[in-house]
């Protein structure tokens, strides 16, 4: 299934991840000036890295529009969105770091822009990922269809992340039935092998 869906309106979650994108700038800017001057930064640096944080945000929340990262195009920690921000911050870090080149603004390194981006990206991407992880591993309810899945390969865990995303829940994983023995152990997201296909009249009576 394509990462890629209709772009719609601005919703809380989406809001929300625009926020820790923008959150992301700042405390990266601060960071980045911190490492600049091994952590002995004065206060106007810390203040100067504030403001330029809060410029690159911006420009992040402009650009990250544009390209439909706050407009629900690509699903959450997905390859797409993950190329979309990739994409949006280097954009971003090369403009400020020219911008920084040619304007020399005072308590500003000619470095901050490029190491901002670095710990910026990182924070966006691990809060993407945490996000995505935790979905999969609390999906929420457990009010659909109990469902076993046969396969507990590469189609049969797609298959269960399709099921952990429907947020319909319209059906509920138990299990897997794969009849390589080397599995039955296997265990995805909390949902284990239960067996092999000769286990099915045993695995469907199961409470």
Same mark, same amino acid.
């Not at 390194?109 to 190491?115: K, M, N, T, V």
């Not at 309810?141 to 590469?154: C, E, F, L, N, S």
């Given at each position: 299934?394509?990462?890629?869906?209709?772009?719609?309106?601005?919703?809380?979650?989406?809001?929300?991840?625009?926020?820790?994108?923008?959150?992301?700038?700042?405390?990266?800017?601060?960071?980045?000036?911190?490492?600049?001057?091994?952590?002995?930064?004065?206060?106007?640096?810390?203040?100067?890295?504030?403001k330029m944080g809060l410029l690159l945000a911006l420009a992040q929340v402009i650009v990250?529009?544009?390209?439909?990262?706050?407009?629900?195009?690509?699903?959450t920690g997905s390859l797409d969105e993950v190329t979309g921000i990739t994409v949006t911050?280097?954009l971003i870090a090369s403009v400020g770091t020219m911008l920084v080149f040619v304007l020399?603004?005072?308590?500003?390194?000619?470095?901050?822009?490029?190491?901002?981006?670095?710990?910026?990206?990182?924070?966006?991407?691990?809060?993407?990922?945490? +996000? /995505?992880? $935790? %979905?999969? *591993?609390?999906? &929420?309810?457990?009010?659909?269809?109990?469902? =076993?899945?046969?396969?507990?390969?590469?189609?049969?865990?797609?298959?269960?992340?399709?099921?952990?995303?429907?947020?319909?829940?319209?059906?509920?994983?138990?299990?897997?039935?794969?009849?390589?023995?080397?599995?039955?152990? +296997? /265990?995805? $997201? %909390?949902? *284990?092998?239960? &067996?092999?296909?000769?286990?099915?009249?045993? =695995?469907?009576?199961?409470?």
């Amino acid at each position: 299934m394509s990462s890629f869906i209709r772009s719609g309106p601005v919703t809380a979650k989406r809001l929300i991840r625009a926020l820790w994108d923008v959150l992301s700038w700042i405390v990266g800017a601060v960071i980045a000036m911190e490492i600049r001057f091994d952590f002995q930064a004065t206060n106007e640096q810390i203040l100067a890295a504030l403001k330029m944080g809060l410029l690159l945000a911006l420009a992040q929340v402009i650009v990250g529009w544009f390209f439909h990262l706050y407009r629900g195009r690509y699903r959450t920690g997905s390859l797409d969105e993950v190329t979309g921000i990739t994409v949006t911050v280097a954009l971003i870090a090369s403009v400020g770091t020219m911008l920084v080149f040619v304007l020399e603004p005072d308590g500003i390194p000619r470095s901050i822009p490029l190491l901002s981006s670095v710990l910026a990206l990182g924070a966006m991407m691990s809060g993407r990922v945490a +996000l /995505r992880l $935790y %979905r999969m *591993r609390f999906p &929420g309810a457990d009010t659909g269809k109990r469902t =076993v899945i046969y396969g507990a390969g590469d189609m049969g865990e797609h298959l269960l992340r399709l099921m952990h995303a429907d947020r319909a829940h319209t059906f509920y994983p138990v299990g897997y039935l794969d009849d390589d023995l080397r599995k039955q152990r +296997l /265990r995805t $997201y %909390r949902v *284990r092998v239960l &067996g092999t296909l000769a286990d099915l009249e045993k =695995v469907v009576v199961r409470p």
